[in-house]
T-cell receptor, first 115, second 110 residues
Framework: NAGVTQTPKFQVLKTGQSMTLQCAQD?????MSWYRQDPGMGLRLIHY???????DQGEVPNGYNVSRSTTEDFPLRLLSAAPSQTSVYFC??????????????FGPGTRLTVL | LAKTTQPISMDSYEGQEVNITCSHN???????ITWYQQFPSQGPRFIIQ???TKVTNEVASLFIPADRKSSTLSLPRVSLSDTAVYYC???????????FGTGTRLKVLA
């Protein structure tokens, strides 16, 4: 299993450009999420999905769009990049079930710089 | 969602036991407590999870008092490779909104 994969690893954008960060998982997990982590800070939840066709907003959703057409993929779209979106982006997945608060598996991250 | 409070940073020496405490005064009845570890330039990694009393695995122990308003992550005999940021999360299964705080930056010294 590759686990959670993210592409690209690094990206530089100019203000106003758009792009899509890719995230895929091969563990058949229902739950997937996107976080951003600014330097020296904790992770903040952007959007999450509890299954194909179902998405919801997290703490900091503005400026980002998501969709979930398959169980495996959960892309994050920046429609018009702004310098404030310079950050490291992490994708995560987990499998709900039982009564426990299930372990999330994280990807390696995408480091995005917006000039 | 229960808010958590952790020390910003801690230093320890190799071979010592490290205890990191997390405060979660408004924890709900159905909430579980989960700890993650994050190394630089990597995504967080699950360490341990518990609901009450004590949980132990091959990496750490988690102590949760009866009132569940705090929890303590215990790392036995730390090594330099345990230098990382440790996050405490509190949440209810099925809510899916996992909120990370700022974490505790542990530095292990030789």
């Amino acid at each position: 299993n590759a686990g959670v994969t993210q592409t690209p690893k690094f990206q530089v954008l100019k203000t106003g450009q758009s792009m899509t960060l890719q995230c895929a998982q091969d563990m058949n997990h229902e739950y997937m999420s996107w976080y951003r982590q600014d330097p020296g800070m904790g992770l903040r939840l952007i959007h999450y999905s509890v299954g194909a066709g179902i998405t919801d907003q997290g703490e900091v959703p503005n400026g980002y769009n998501v969709s979930r057409s398959t169980t495996e993929d959960f892309p994050l779209r920046l429609l018009s990049a702004a310098p404030s979106q310079t950050s490291v982006y992490f994708c995560a997945s987990s499998s709900p079930g039982g009564s426990s608060y299930n372990e999330q598996f994280f990807g390696p991250g995408t480091r995005l710089t917006v000039l | 969602l229960a808010k958590t409070t952790q020390p910003i940073s801690m230093d320890s020496y190799e071979g010592q036991e490290v205890n990191i405490t997390c405060s979660h005064n408004n924890i709900a009845t159905n909430d579980y407590i989960t700890w993650y570890q994050q190394f630089p330039s990597q995504g967080p990694r699950f360490i341990i999870q518990g609901y009450k009393t004590k949980v132990t695995n091959e990496v750490a122990s988690l102590f949760i008092p009866a009132d569940r308003k705090s929890s303590t992550l215990s790392l036995p005999r730390v090594s330099l490779s345990d230098t990382a940021v440790y996050y405490c999360l509190v949440g209810t299964p099925g809510t899916y909104k996992y909120i990370f705080g700022t974490g505790t930056r542990l530095k292990v010294l030789a």
